[in-house]
C-alpha cells in the first residue's frame, strides 16, 4: 500500500500513466465505469462519449459511460453557485449544456454530469466530480484511443480542484512525472522519490494573467549555452508561456527564429550539413551526430531552468532518420511548454502556492507503484502574484455580469486614481496595479490548446 489514507484524512492520490499517440492519458472511474483520459495541463474541461451519443468515435479504449445510481446532471444553477464554465444553454431540467471547441476544429458538445469518481490505483480516495457527458464530438477526439480528455488548468472545473474541494486531497496542485514510455502523476501533492538525488527543485512563479493556465515567465532560450538574441517579451507575449502535458512538442514564436538559427549554426558549426535547423523537417542522424547537437536550455523567473537535450527534441522516425520538434509557430498566440519538454522532470503544479517546481527525475519508476515518498507540505519559494483585474472581467458571463463589470470599474478607476495621488505623493513604491489585459476568445470563456497526435507517416497537430 503506497500511502494510509482516506477522506477523514486527506492526503495525495497517486496513479500511472500511460502512453498514447504523442500524449499521456490515465485511467480514471467514473460511476465504477474506467475512462482512459487525456491529461491536459492546457485546458480545464474533463470529457468523454455517453450512451446514446451518435456522432462520436467507435475506437475508444472502452464503451461509452452509461449513468448509474451515483449520476445526476448538473443544472445551470448548481453550475453557476459552483463557479464552473459558463453553460452555453439550459436545457430540460435546467440542465448545463455546453462545448468546446480547439484551435485546429476539434470540438465537442455536451451535458455536465456529476458522479462518484476515483483513480484506478486508489479507489478508497473517491470525489464527486463533475464532467461534461459528450452529446457529439469532431475532429481528432472521433478517431483517438482516449475515451476523451481530462482538464487539468487552475479551473474550478479541473479535476484535481475538484478532488480539493470534496476534501480528497490538502493541496490545490498536482505533480506530473513524464517518462518516454509513461509516467506518474499524483494529485494534491509531489512523489519525491522519483526527484534526480544530484538536483533540487527549483520554483517559477506562475503569472496572474486574464487566463487559468499554468502561465510563467521564460526569460532566455539558449543553444549550446548560447543565449539568443530575443526580448523576454516575445516569449510571454498574447497568452504567455504555458505549461501544456496535451501537446506534445515544443511552440516558440516565430518571431525568435532567425535569432535561434544564428545560435544554432555556431554550435553546430556553419560550414556543417547540420547547419541549418529546419522545424519539422527530417533529419539523417548517426548516434554520434544525435550526441553532438546542442542542448537547448530554458531559464524562467526565478533562476528556474530547463535543458532539453537532442534526444528529446529530435524524435526519431524510422531507422535514422529523425524530425525536429521545436517548432516556430504562432498558431495559438504563446510559447508552448510540451510534453517532449516535460518529459524526466517531476514538474509541480502548485495552485495554493502560485508556483511551478522543476526537477530532474527518474519518471519511469518500475511499472508498479511499490516505491514512493509522497510530499503534500512543500517548502521552497511561495509566491502571491500581483491581483490582476482583467480576470475578473474575463469572467463575468452574462449582460449583467457586463454591467455590474462596467459599474466596478468606474469605481474601481476613482479608487485608482485616488490611490495613485497618494502613492505620488509618497514617492514609494512604483510597482504597476496590474498586469496589462491580455486578449480574451471572442466568447470570452478562455482558450483551450490542445494536444498533438503522432499519425503515420509524419506528425499532425491536433488540438483538443
Same mark, same amino acid.
Given at each position: 500500500m503506497m500511502l494510509q489514507s482516506f477522506k477523514e484524512n486527506p492526503a495525495a492520490v497517486e496513479m500511472r500513466l500511460e502512453l498514447g499517440q504523442g500524449v499521456h492519458s490515465v485511467e480514471v472511474f467514473f460511476g465504477g465505469q474506467k475512462r482512459l483520459l487525456i491529461v491536459d495541463t492546457g485546458s480545464a474541461d474533463t470529457a468523454f462519449p455517453?450512451?446514446?451519443c451518435t456522432q462520436c468515435g467507435h475506437q475508444h479504449a472502452n464503451p461509452f459511460y452509461t449513468m448509474g445510481p451515483t449520476a445526476s446532471y448538473l443544472s445551470c444553477a448548481d453550475n453557476t453557485k459552483r463557479g464552473f464554465s459558463a453553460c452555453k444553454s439550459c436545457g430540460i431540467n435546467d440542465t448545463c449544456k455546453f462545448s468546446e471547441e480547439y484551435?485546429?476544429?476539434?470540438g465537442w458538445k455536451a451535458s455536465k454530469v456529476q458522479d462518484i469518481a476515483y483513480f484506478e490505483d486508489r479507489p478508497d480516495l473517491t470525489a464527486n466530480i463533475v464532467f461534461g457527458c459528450m452529446a457529439s464530438e469532431s475532429g481528432a477526439f472521433l478517431s483517438q484511443r482516449a475515451d476523451g480528455i481530462m482538464g487539468m488548468s487552475q479551473d474550478p472545473d479541473a479535476v484535481h480542484v475538484q478532488f480539493f474541494a470534496d476534501g480528497v486531497t490538502t493541496l490545490r496542485g498536482f505533480s506530473q512525472c513524464i517518462a518516454a514510455d509513461g509516467g506518474r502523476m499524483a494529485i494534491g501533492g509531489l512523489d519525491v522519490s522519483l526527484n534526480d538525488p544530484t538536483d533540487t527543485m527549483v520554483f517559477t512563479p506562475l503569472r496572474d494573467t486574464a487566463y487559468s493556465y499554468w502561465t510563467v515567465s521564460l526569460e532566455t532560450i539558449s543553444v549550446g549555452g548560447r543565449p539568443i538574441d530575443v526580448d523576454s517579451s516575445i516569449y510571454n507575449a498574447h497568452r504567455g508561456c504555458v505549461f501544456d502535458s496535451g501537446t506534445t512538442f515544443v511552440y516558440i514564436p516565430s518571431a525568435a527564429k532567425t535569432a535561434f538559427q544564428e545560435q544554432w549554426a555556431a554550435a553546430v558549426g556553419a560550414n556543417s550539413s547540420l547547419a541549418t535547423y529546419n522545424d519539422g523537417g527530417d533529419y539523417h542522424l548517426t548516434p554520434a551526430q544525435l550526441a553532438s547537437l546542442p542542448t537547448i536550455s530554458f531559464r524562467f523567473a526565478n533562476d528556474a531552468t530547463m535543458h532539453l537535450p537532442a534526444s528529446q527534441y529530435m524524435v526519431k522516425a524510422f531507422a535514422d532518420v529523425y524530425t525536429a520538434t !521545436?517548432?516556430?509557430?504562432d498558431f495559438a498566440q504563446a510559447t508552448i511548454i510540451g510534453a517532449s519538454m516535460l518529459q524526466n522532470h517531476n514538474i509541480m503544479y502548485d495552485m495554493d502556492n502560485s508556483? !511551478?517546481? !522543476?526537477?530532474?527525475a527518474n519518471c519511469d519508476g518500475g511499472s508498479a507503484l511499490t516505491s514512493v515518498a509522497l510530499v503534500t507540505a512543500l517548502g521552497g519559494d511561495s509566491f502571491t502574484p500581483e491581483w490582476n483585474?482583467?480576470?475578473l472581467f474575463v469572467h463575468?458571463?452574462?449582460?449583467?455580469?457586463?454591467?455590474?463589470?462596467v459599474t466596478a470599474l468606474l469605481a474601481f478607476t476613482e479608487v485608482y486614481a485616488a490611490g495613485t495621488a497618494y502613492w505620488r505623493s509618497q514617492k514609494s513604491n512604483n510597482k504597476p496595479m496590474a498586469e496589462p489585459l491580455l486578449s480574451a476568445s471572442p466568447d470570452m470563456g478562455g482558450f483551450s490548446y490542445g494536444y498533438d497526435v503522432e499519425l503515420e507517416g509524419g506528425f499532425a497537430l491536433q488540438s483538443a
Open positions: 455517453c450512451m446514446g484551435v485546429e476544429g476539434s !521545436i517548432f516556430f509557430q508556483r !511551478i517546481g !522543476i526537477v530532474r483585474w482583467a480576470k463575468l458571463p452574462s449582460l449583467t455580469g457586463f454591467v455590474l463589470g
